[in-house]
């Protein structure tokens, strides 16, 4: 975060040319703002922020929080995801509180591919912002909201459950068209429909259920 002061100047010649000071954050004013999304997180015990000679603010304070997002997993293993993260302050209208971005979203994008870890389920593909007034009580706030757009990698799904349920689908036919009596017939169906019950638990316990729609993958 960044903001100006104007009555937090000096001049540096009369301090022994210190330009630039770091002050609790309940010293002066800073920006009360709020992610709309979070429902569980950690506060930053980082509270400081640096001043600098011409009143300008600045303060880096990490937060790790858990976000709400609506699923849609129809496509899954192979769906894209797409989850908000509202920065937003309504405390103060816009008439005395405007937020803006100072990055652009091919920076912060960058940036964020180079702190996301690389060997997890999901794959940062794209970043976008919005700035608009969300109206509340006849009344204007500022809010930006990130679109974060996310692509699962689906290489472990389909070596653990497209693989071997499609194996157990093509080995039903091949046995229920086969030359085989009756009597295998009806041993081996037995073991399918076995080996089918147990990849849809696997696959009940794979599967994420914020979703309205059922995956393809677990629809018969």
Not at 30 to 46: D, T
Not at 66 to 92: G, W
Not at 102 to 120: H, V, W, Y
Not at 141 to 165: A, C, K, Q
Request: net charge negative.
């Amino acid at each position: 975060q960044e903001w100006q002061n104007p009555f937090a100047t000096w001049d540096p010649q009369d301090f022994c040319n210190i330009s630039e000071i770091i002050l609790p954050m309940d010293t002066y004013w800073s920006p009360p703002v709020f992610i709309l999304e979070r429902v569980n997180g950690q506060n930053p015990e980082l509270n400081y922020m640096v001043l600098m000679h011409n009143g300008s603010f600045n303060s880096t304070r990490p937060f790790q929080v858990t976000l709400t997002c609506t699923l849609i997993i129809l496509k899954f293993p192979f769906d894209t995801q797409t989850c908000n993260l509202s920065v937003a302050s309504f405390l103060y209208p816009v008439t005395d509180f405007v937020m803006k971005t100072r990055r652009t979203p091919a920076e912060i994008m960058k940036d964020s591919q180079r702190f996301l870890l690389t060997d997890g389920e999901w794959k940062f593909t794209n970043l976008s912002i919005i700035e608009y007034t969300e109206m509340l009580d006849d009344k204007g706030f500022s809010v930006v909201t990130y679109v974060i757009s996310m692509e699962r990698r689906p290489t472990l799904y389909i070596l653990n459950l497209i693989l071997p349920t499609c194996a157990l689908y093509l080995l039903d036919m091949a046995v229920l068209f086969g030359p085989s009596s009756l009597e295998e017939k009806i041993n081996f169906q037995i073991a399918i429909i076995l080996g089918s019950s147990m990849l849809a638990v696997i696959l009940n316990n794979s599967l994420p259920t914020s979703s309205n729609k059922p995956p393809i993958i677990g629809t018969h």
